[in-house]
DNA sequence: AAACAATGCAATCATTATGATTGCATCTAA
DNA sequence: TTAGATGCAATCATAATGATTGCATTGTTT
């Protein structure tokens, strides 16, 4: 039965490659409504794409060529509804359906977000500017420096060049990873913080690209449990789907800190940071020596 | 001149509601490309959408006619380029902007997820059950309760009813917001603790729906500053978008502990909870009256 | 200098997808 | 029993798309 099942799972495929790009969307509207919902019609579909009655029917019938199993139509409610057969014929990645859920069905921009009232995904309390993560966006993409002006915790506001490599969400904000001029060296910026981006037309030297950021090319091997001093281990095994109660997770030595602050990871060797929200330890301090910026972690002496 | 740039834009508008959806996407897919990485070829499009070469350039010659400025042809890199003068003809929300560069422009289901080597959103280290996730969504949806167990902290598996009214992420995870038969009481449950989910065919009653849930309905007003022992405020003023030194947010009460232990927000009286990676302080105290889990939040005797 | 290759374009024609209409089926409400 | 609102299939018209041809532009190879 296992081997039918994949056999069907690769016919289905086989008839969607098959599909236009307009048609495949409208087919996993219907595929995530019915798993999600429960139910879905034809003016649910019609709302949505703004399509006409008969290519509403036509996308239905495809669907039910594809996975008959999966919706029973009742008139009663005028709707389709999902079977308790029923079998997802799109993959799913647990984020992407729970941004769906809460954004909406789509990819965001030809229709805007259509905010739910029953998922709600984490509040924001930063917003970067669009056109700022643009700029930076053109420059790391084709391999340009951008002359700019930052204001940094430390020293103010300052202007400066750099050559930046990636965008990464450090789990409170956006910042960018560049090469600094001023300091000879990588660093991350806050993308909040820059006051002005422009681009820069002159060459980028070989060592101010990625290849030549040590801590971005490090990879880290970081073990967590639970906090030894938490009673019920159980609760954070499932939440974090640990194995042999540990997860083992391989982050860049750039990034590794970020992780360990925000999910307030006590790194301190004898496991005493314990505070409030804290519910993992590291079980491998010593990797603490390969991450240059630890001490943004929780428990760092 | 700001006058005919609106009337430009709602011409633009105008003739973007004219189009199919599928058209609509295939354009929004050209300005994306335009303003975050600078270029964008028909080669570009046929990859993404799997269109024909005709059905490309037709999609180039519509985009020309909306926003005529905003591209230039260079031959010499067989490819288009965003102008000076580029104007978005797409409205942006730099949350969704930000996913599709991280993931790939598209919803993620109908042709899946296509990582960038760019730009990184945060490491996730919870991951809910997608099959759960679908089961709480349509008891939600079809109102209705669920059969469930669940695996707390404080008491490990117990079996238990309860009516879920709406998913979260509290930052860290994603939980349901649900009243509790068991305690009577609406209340928090995890995602990756629940080990079975079961909708219930029968009756829910009034009071275990959402307009009965006084801390979901209760919106409380939350005044952040910058701590005060943080020498150079204008940074974080900057990332936070503060206005006079400020920022005001409305919160759900049974939301805002959440947020304010996300963000690590400092909300002891005297300010006195400064620890690694606190930035804020909670200007208005006293709206932790209004908060039943409160506890959760850092700061709070 | 000429030929080739790889992008771009427009025009034309064929094919496919979609939209409108008609007639029918099912169910609920009046 | 009738009306209304969903569903369907069939038919025909329209629009979008795909393939092909010829041409333009640029860089590379011969």
Redesign the pocket.
């Given at each position: 039965m296992e081997y039918q099942n994949n056999l069907i799972e690769t016919q289905i495929n086989k008839k969607l490659a098959e599909?236009?790009h307009?048609?495949k969307d409208?087919l996993a509207f219907i595929d995530f409504s019915l798993q999600f919902f429960g139910h879905v019609?034809?003016?649910d579909l019609i709302q949505r794409f703004?399509?006409?009655?008969?290519?509403?029917?036509?996308?239905?019938?495809t669907y039910k060529e594809l996975a008959p199993d999966n919706l029973i139509?009742r008139?009663?409610t005028?709707?389709y509804h999902r079977t308790d057969d029923f079998q997802s014929i799109f993959k799913h990645d647990p984020e992407v359906i729970l941004t769906s859920l809460s954004r909406g069905f789509g990819n965001g921009i030809s229709t805007g977000v259509q905010p739910s009232e029953q998922c709600f995904d984490a509040v924001r309390l930063i917003h970067p500017n669009v056109a700022i993560i643009a700029s930076i966006m053109r420059a790391i993409h084709n391999k340009q420096g951008v002359k700019c002006g930052y204001v940094s915790v430390s020293s103010g506001e300052t202007e400066r060049a750099i050559v930046p490599h990636s965008i990464v969400n450090n789990g409170h904000r956006w910042h960018v990873r560049a090469y600094d001029r001023k300091h000879n060296s990588f660093r991350d910026f806050v993308c909040t913080r820059f006051t002005y981006v422009d681009l820069i037309q002159g060459p980028v030297h070989v060592h101010e690209a990625s290849p030549y950021d040590q801590q971005w090319q490090q990879i880290v091997d970081i073990e967590l449990v639970p906090h030894p001093k938490i009673k019920q281990p159980r609760a954070i095994e499932m939440d974090y789907n640990m194995s042999d109660g540990k997860l083992s997770i391989q982050l860049r030595a750039a990034v590794a800190a970020y992780v360990l602050r925000q999910w307030q990871v006590d790194c301190s060797v004898d496991h005493s940071e314990l505070h409030l929200g804290c519910q993992l330890a590291l079980a491998n301090p010593e990797v603490i020596k390969l991450i240059e910026n630890i001490s943004l972690a929780p428990g760092i002496a």
């Open positions: 599909l236009t307009a048609q409208r019609a034809r003016t703004k399509t006409g009655l008969a290519a509403s029917t036509r996308d239905f019938s139509l008139h009663q005028k709707s």
